[in-house]
């Protein structure tokens, strides 16, 4: 299949033409998330970016076939192998089960997803449910050797690769910085980058899920459900992987050495990282947390997609500081948007050329690294052009594929709207107001107000002049 596609990879440190195993498919692994809280904002900004990602190659013409797992057990509060499980944490805050605090939390993710018009992936695969999977791919590390008991928990033996680090140039001792301070040592280990496959031995007397295996009974490392439930579904060779940049060490650094080292070949070709977004005190996480989601965007007002779209003005590959005073600019260029577009009208000619032309150009934006942020401009570019409304209408429909904000979905009444003849009625009054004032007539100026609020509509006085709103 021809295509232009070209997206920065991760393992090689370039933006490179993209070229799948099969031509014309993709195989896509998307890490998912760790239920055991409500997603924040900065997760979905990494799952609306995979999603547009996703959308992008099957608007090139890709037939995709994309995987998710669900962290549901396994991911403990350091990145590296000590800490409380996740899920062990959110079960004691809520007083639940761990699987009821999966399936909540699931089920309020996936919630969030479609508020975001992100595409659930064509396989959804919680860790609990592949633990036989598991069990099987580190049989055989230790068959191969690349893995070894001690002190009742199996660990990978990083020693047995040429190259561990492969994301990275940098030395591994900066590479461990990222483990955090508070990891005390484990003295099982071999090698200090060694990690857990099965636990068998916990710090966690009550962890709550345990299964049977050769070693023990015990629950299985972080890194192995993504290797083993993306081999599952997508067989040995895989096009490309994403998830959020935190996750690039360790947790897809220690993927790719035990599916390479299971596999006997390269697993994953392309690596997509996505940036985080950050609020005003550094990387928004939910450990810390009092953290964003979407559902307090929508009590402070916001339409979820105003969240999509203040992700897609920016690229992927750079941080994004949240900020509500981009929100609220984002908003009004959101509502303006649908408002322009629900008075195309349909009925008028349709002109092909300018369809391929425009269609074109937004195609170009996406396949240069995903530019949404020149994706977006390409809306207003048609808005403004002097072409037909049918055919605006049309490209607009035909973004969306990508963009997925609705934009063709009509206007939303905004709170203030008002019809045009009484919006320039109030404005009228406001200005005859002013003079009243001016002139210090008060009395006139009190009637003013008085007859507006009859009308059901309020004046305020504030520093930035006077201002209206419905009563
Ligand atoms: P988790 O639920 O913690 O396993 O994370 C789910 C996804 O969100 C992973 O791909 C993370 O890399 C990503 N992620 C975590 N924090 C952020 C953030 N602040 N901004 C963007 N993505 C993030
Ligand atoms: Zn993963």
């Known amino acids: 299949m021809e295509n232009n596609m070209q997206i920065f990879n991760t393992l090689t440190r370039k933006v490179e033409s993209f070229v799948p195993n099969v031509d014309g498919k993709v195989n896509m692994y998307t890490c998912g998330p760790t239920v055991y809280h409500f997603a924040h904002i900065g997760n979905l900004r990494s799952y609306i970016m995979e999603d547009v990602l996703e959308k992008t190659l099957r608007y090139v013409g890709y037939d995709v076939k994309r995987v998710m797992n669900i962290t549901d057990v396994g991911h403990l509060s350091s990145d590296a192998d000590t800490g409380e499980d996740k899920m062990l944490k959110g079960a004691k805050r809520e007083h639940k089960t761990v699987m009821e605090i999966a399936k909540f939390y699931t089920d309020a993710f996936f919630s969030d997803c479609q508020k975001l018009n992100?595409?659930?992936?064509?396989?959804?695969?919680?860790?609990?449910?592949?633990?036989?999977?598991?069990?099987?791919?580190?049989?055989?590390?230790?068959?191969?050797?690349?893995?070894?008991?001690?002190?009742?928990?199996?660990?990978?033996?990083?020693?047995?690769?040429?190259?561990?680090?492969?994301?990275?140039?940098?030395?591994?001792?900066?590479?461990?910085?990222?483990?955090?301070?508070?990891?005390?040592?484990?003295?099982?280990?071999?090698?200090?980058?060694?990690?857990?496959?099965?636990?068998?031995?916990?710090?966690?007397?009550?962890?709550?899920?345990?299964?049977?295996s050769p070693w023990g009974v015990g629950y299985p490392g972080w890194h192995i459900e993504c290797s083993c439930i993306s081999m599952k579904h997508l067989g040995e060779y895989m096009d490309i992987h994403c998830g959020g940049v935190d996750n690039i060490f360790p947790h897809h650094t220690n993927e790719i050495a035990q599916s390479e080292s299971y596999l006997g070949h390269k697993w994953c070709n392309y690596w997509f990282h996505v940036h985080h977004l950050n609020d005003k005190s550094g990387k928004m996480s939910k450990s810390k947390g009092d953290f964003l989601t979407v559902s307090l965007l929508e009590e402070k007002g916001y339409h979820p997609l105003v969240y999509r779209m203040f992700c897609l003005q920016s690229h992927y590959r750079k941080p994004l500081e949240f900020s509500y005073e981009v929100m609220d600019n984002m908003e009004n260029a959101y509502l303006?948007?649908?408002?322009?577009?629900?008075?195309?009208?349909?009925?008028?000619?349709?002109?092909?050329?300018?369809?391929?032309?425009y269609k074109e150009k937004f195609t170009q934006a996406l396949e240069d690294d995903l530019n949404t942020a020149m994706a977006l401009t390409m809306v207003y570019e048609v808005l403004k052009a002097d072409i037909s409304d049918h055919t605006k209408l049309a490209l607009i429909r035909d973004f969306d594929y990508v963009l997925s904000l609705d934009l063709a979905a009509g206007e939303i009444a905004e709170e203030n709207s008002v019809d045009e003849e009484l919006e320039s009625y109030i404005l009228a009054k406001i200005e005859e107001r002013k003079a009243a004032k001016k002139e210090k007539d008060f009395a006139k100026a009190d009637a003013i107000r008085a007859e507006l609020l009859e009308k059901g509509i309020i004046l305020e006085d504030t520093r930035e002049g006077v201002k209206w709103k419905k009563a």
């Not at 919680?126 to 580190?138: G, L, R, V």
């Not at 508070?182 to 980058?193: A, F, G, L, P, R």
Request: charged fraction near 35%; hydrophobic fraction near 35%; glycine fraction near 2%.
């Open 118 to 212: 992100i595409k659930r992936p064509d396989v959804v695969e919680p860790a609990t449910n592949c633990i036989s999977e598991f069990i099987h791919m580190i049989e055989v590390l230790l068959e191969k050797g690349f893995a070894y008991v001690a002190g009742d928990n199996v660990y990978f033996d990083t020693s047995k690769l040429k190259d561990y680090y492969v994301f990275s140039s940098q030395s591994e001792k900066e590479l461990m910085v990222g483990v955090r301070d508070d990891v005390t040592e484990d003295t099982n280990k071999k090698n200090k980058s060694d990690f857990v496959l099965w636990f068998t031995k916990s710090k966690f007397d009550n962890q709550e899920l345990k299964w049977d």
């Open 336 to 357: 303006k948007l649908r408002k322009t577009v629900a008075k195309l009208d349909e009925n008028t000619d349709f002109d092909q050329q300018a369809f391929d032309t």
